[in-house]
């Protein structure tokens, strides 16, 4: 049963997202199936607000798409001369000044938001995938933790085949689970990755039937809410230094956190 619903009616209209708070897990539906979910900057302008308004007491974040698609991307009518509906034209207004930079570097920084609270440690984001999942569709995925795939899901990382780079935080985590040969590989050709070859590259935690995604990701959404909140909040953060620390440094971290953690455990059991 929905709880609460962090955006208005007219905010989810405009922004094609459903944000839908049931206990501890918050639902993010894209919610424009007539064009695959395409998604606008008003998409991750509001996806950034949910980030920036999450009820506390959210600990699982699941990501979906309506529809036969997870999301077909960037709506393309942003690269038009005169853009979308209550956005910036991304192409319209670049003359050639530096001012013009400046301006679109602020206002791409500011879609990263929407992709970037994805990683926070006191939530675990699920990406549940089914069809296709292509560009900012695929980085929005890749910007969280774990990625459950219907059996007809795709990826593809379309933008340097339209002459342009993945920027919505997606080439850092492609680079560090499948490593820079393949990533080059899969968005310099610019190919569909299925969903069997998505789980070999471990760009998949699960891949299910379509028909089973949801049971498949309301039981990994069980498991993760049956481990303390605390707990699991110190061990993603630790999980996420791994990779770009030495053995010393990671060895200390872990001993830092187990002892907030056993500090916290001897003062709740002390009463
Ligand atoms: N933007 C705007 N409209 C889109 C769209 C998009 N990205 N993707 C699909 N649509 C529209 C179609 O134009 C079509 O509209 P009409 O019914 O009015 O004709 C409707 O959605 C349904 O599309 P299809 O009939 O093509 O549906 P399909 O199921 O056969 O195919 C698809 C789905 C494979 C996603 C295909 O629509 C497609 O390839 N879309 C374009 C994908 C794309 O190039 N996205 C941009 C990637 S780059 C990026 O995202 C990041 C960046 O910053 C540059």
Redesign the pocket.
């Known amino acids: 049963m929905v709880e609460a619903a962090i955006l208005t009616d007219g905010e989810s209209a405009a922004a094609g997202l459903r944000a839908e708070v049931s206990g501890a897990v918050l639902t993010l539906t894209l919610d424009r199936p007539?064009?695959?979910n395409?998604?606008t900057g008003r998409t991750w302008r509001t996806l950034a607000h949910v980030g920036q308004s999450l009820p506390a007491s959210v600990r699982i974040v699941v990501i979906k798409g309506a529809g036969?698609?997870f999301s077909?991307?960037?709506?393309?009518?942003m690269f038009s001369p005169e853009g979308v509906e209550g956005e910036p034209p991304l192409m319209g207004r670049l003359t050639g000044g530096p001012e013009d930079g400046a301006a679109l570097d602020a206002d791409i920084a500011d879609y990263q938001q929407g992709f970037l609270w994805l990683r926070r440690p006191d939530i675990v984001s699920i990406a549940a995938v089914r069809?296709?999942a292509?560009?900012?569709?695929f980085?929005l995925a890749l910007s969280c933790d774990i990625r459950v795939l219907a059996d007809d899901a795709r990826f593809c990382m379309?933008?340097p085949a339209?002459g342009?780079v993945?920027?919505?935080t997606g080439t850092k985590p492609l680079v560090d689970i499948v490593g820079v040969n393949r990533a080059i590989e899969l968005c310099l050709t610019a190919r569909t990755v299925s969903a069997r070859e998505a789980r070999e590259l471990r760009l998949a935690e699960l891949v299910v039937d379509g028909a089973d995604l949801d049971g498949a990701v309301d039981d990994l959404v069980a498991a993760l809410l049956a481990v303390p909140a605390e707990a699991a909040a110190a061990t993603k953060e630790l999980l996420q230094q791994a990779a770009g620390s030495g053995l010393a440094e990671q060895a200390e971290r872990e001993r830092r956190a187990q002892i907030g953690r056993l500090t916290a455990l001897a003062r709740a059991a002390a009463g």
């Open positions: 007539e064009r695959r395409a998604m036969p698609s077909s991307g960037i709506d393309l009518d069809g296709h292509i560009g900012a569709g980085q379309k933008e339209l342009l993945p920027d919505l």
